[in-house]
């Protein structure tokens, strides 16, 4: 009699515990949609304005004859190539911006001495602007693959680069004096201070650069490319394909919030110890 009332006990547990994992859940899908009232109020209103007139729908066709042609845009796969395109070159001037960035970045941060030397030569080329130097980027390059993926590098690198370094100096002086009186060897101190301690500011650092990417990269095609997001963009305007036009927009709207998000989801996992405490104060 006593183990069958234990056992009822034991059932009911994890119901409970999958029971109020369900409402955690429910409750942060509720809280994410609160900003879904605003697009959809702007969207109501991208229809309604063509829709009666305001606006000529040459040149703003309502949002529903946008998603229509976005639709058709995908179904027929014309849209996936300069998709790719895009993606491609973005991913790879990225990955080299990681590269460089973050080791660059540690050293730096951690060596006075190194940055002494490097900082005025970096400082100069972080406040170049990305797009002045475009033409000298095809000029050297060609108007091929590389060019893009180099622009895309020089862009995303700084955000990197310069969160890396204020990752470094903002390390807790106690902790490196702890570990220090405690005889850690330098590469122990790196990998179980520094690293952990740096991490949500890269990782803030790899959110801002990504975005650079997507924006670098749309305007290098729209300067010398025959394939990607921003070479169908332009190339819709100039031959007064509207809607097509609005839909190449549209497609790189819904690709930064993916490209967002994605990135907010691995700063979370790989900020898991913080909690919430980046949310407002003021909730």
Known sequence: MAGEILGTGEEIKPRV????????????IKENLHGLWLVLIFFAIWEALPGIGVIDPLFLPTFSDTISTLFQLFISGKLLVHIGASLQRSLLGFALAVIVGIPLGFLMGWYNRFERYTDLFIQSLRNTSTFALLPIFLLFLGLGEASKIAIVFYGATWHILINT????????????????????????????????????????????????????????????????????????????MIPEMYAGILTLVILGLVVNYLLVWFEKKATYWKGDIDKAILG
């Open 165 to 240: 370094i204020s990752g470094v100096k903002n390390v807790d002086p106690i902790y490196i004096k702890a570990a220090k009186s405690m005889g850690v060897s330098d590469k122990d101190l790196f990998r179980k201070i520094i690293l952990p301690a740096c991490t949500p500011s890269i990782v803030s650092g790899a959110r801002l650069a990504a975005k650079t990417a997507i924006l670098v990269v749309i305007a290098a095609e729209m300067i010398g490319a025959k394939s990607g997001l921003g070479f169908y963009i332009q190339n819709a305007q100039f031959n007064f």
């Open 17 to 28: 515990i999958e029971i109020d994992g369900l409402i955690r859940n429910l409750k942060k």
